[in-house]
């Protein structure tokens, strides 16, 4: 009888150590999965604001190598999934682009970049009503980061400067009035996206005197452009005209092959070769 007794009282200590062990291993299992969990977290966020870099410094090529990194850890993440439309709309792939960021609007419509990406498209296409139905939600949107804000505001100064170079008379007053305004907002929210001084810089080529059209100050914009994002083809090719407007053959040469060299299908190269 007592050894039948000490058999049992093993056989409970024995299964005591199993159960404690199988806990210890549990929890083991917890805090490892926990910890990669954060792991993968920190990883992410880190790969995502070198994507940010990447993309606000035009270098598309690492920026392609880092959503493909970002991708294989979440096949969901919507910064990468909007990087990769971004790149695609730089290329003029605008179709394949499209679908990404419709997807993006439809899934999360507060998504701002990808409403940002998606008016350009409009812009592209001359559909100005649907590209300003895009932005304009995003002016009253108090949350809105400045830089966000800067590019919404950029993308309005160029619909109105679309809109004053195709149209008559009054069209050019009523549109052409408004752009300055809309690029000097920008500059203000966004001092250092090349695409914003780009914009401005554009203005001050394309514009006449009398509503603040000015060489020298379109030089001044477009160089700081370049300064931010040496790989940014479209302002090369806008300071390369702007040196053709004065006259000056060796600087237009040089930012013109500059341009074709960054982009050989860029369309401001194209259009003042």
């Excluded at 970002?70 to 990087?83: C, F, G, K, N, Q």
């Excluded at 590209?131 to 980061?145: F, M, N, S, V, Y």
């Excluded at 001084?197 to 009398?210: D, H, K, M, S, V």
């Amino acid at each position: 009888m007592k050894k039948v007794i000490l058999a049992v009282v093993i056989f409970a200590a024995v299964l005591s150590v199993v159960v404690l062990k199988c806990k210890c291993i549990s929890i083991s299992n917890s805090v490892t999965t926990s910890q990669g969990s954060v792991n993968n977290a920190y990883i992410l966020e880190s790969r995502r604001q070198n994507l940010f870099d990447y993309l606000r410094n035009r270098k598309d090529k690492s920026a392609l190598s880092e959503i493909a990194e970002i991708l294989s850890l979440d096949p969901d993440d919507t910064v990468a999934l909007w990087a990769k439309g971004e790149i695609l709309r730089r290329n003029y792939e605008f179709e394949k682009a499209r679908v990404i960021f419709n997807k993006i609007l439809a899934q999360q419509p507060d998504y701002a970049q990808a409403a940002i990406s998606l008016s350009y498209i409009k812009y592209h296409e001359r559909n100005y009503d649907e590209a300003i139905g895009l932005l304009t939600p995003l002016l009253k949107r108090k949350d809105l980061e400045r830089e966000n804000l800067a590019l919404a505001y950029m993308l309005l100064g160029s619909i109105n400067a679309k809109r004053a170079s195709e149209g008559g008379l009054i069209s050019k007053v009523i549109y052409g009035t408004r752009i300055k305004n809309y690029f000097e907002k920008a500059k203000e929210l966004g001092p250092d996206l090349a695409e914003v001084r780009l914009g401005l810089g554009t203005f001050y080529l394309l514009a006449p005197a009398i509503i603040g059209g000015a060489s020298d100050k379109a030089i001044e914009e477009l160089k700081y452009a370049i300064k931010l994002a040496p790989d940014f083809a479209t302002p090369h090719a806008r300071l390369a005209q702007a040196y053709k407007e004065i006259g000056d053959p060796d600087n237009y040469n040089f930012y013109l092959n500059r341009a074709l060299q960054l982009d050989p299908e860029n369309e401001v190269a194209k259009e003042i070769r």
